[in-house]
C-alpha cells in the first residue's frame, strides 16, 4: 500500500497540465477564479515549506511541480484578464 502517496501525488501533479497547456495557448483564463488560484497557490508554496521542515522530498517535488504550473495559470489570469 505504499504506493499509494506517491500514485495520488502524481495524479494530483499532472492534473495541472491540461490546464496549463490549454491557458497557454489560448490566454483565456475566463472560467478560472482569481481568488481559488491565489488561495491555491499560497497553499501549494506551504505545502513545499513543511515538506522541507519535515524532509519529505516526494512533498517537495511534487508540490514544487504543481506551485510552477498552477504559478503559470494564476499569472496568465493576471495578465489576461
Known sequence: M????PLAA??????FIPQAVKVIKTKDTSG???GMYIAFV???FLWIIH????QDYNLIIANAITFV???TILVYKIRYK
Open 2 to 5: 505504499q504506493f499509494i502517496g
Open 10 to 15: 502524481i495524479l494530483t501533479t499532472i492534473s
Open 32 to 34: 478560472i477564479s482569481l
Open 42 to 44: 499560497l497553499g501549494v
Open 51 to 54: 515538506g522541507w521542515y519535515i
Open 69 to 71: 504550473l498552477s504559478s
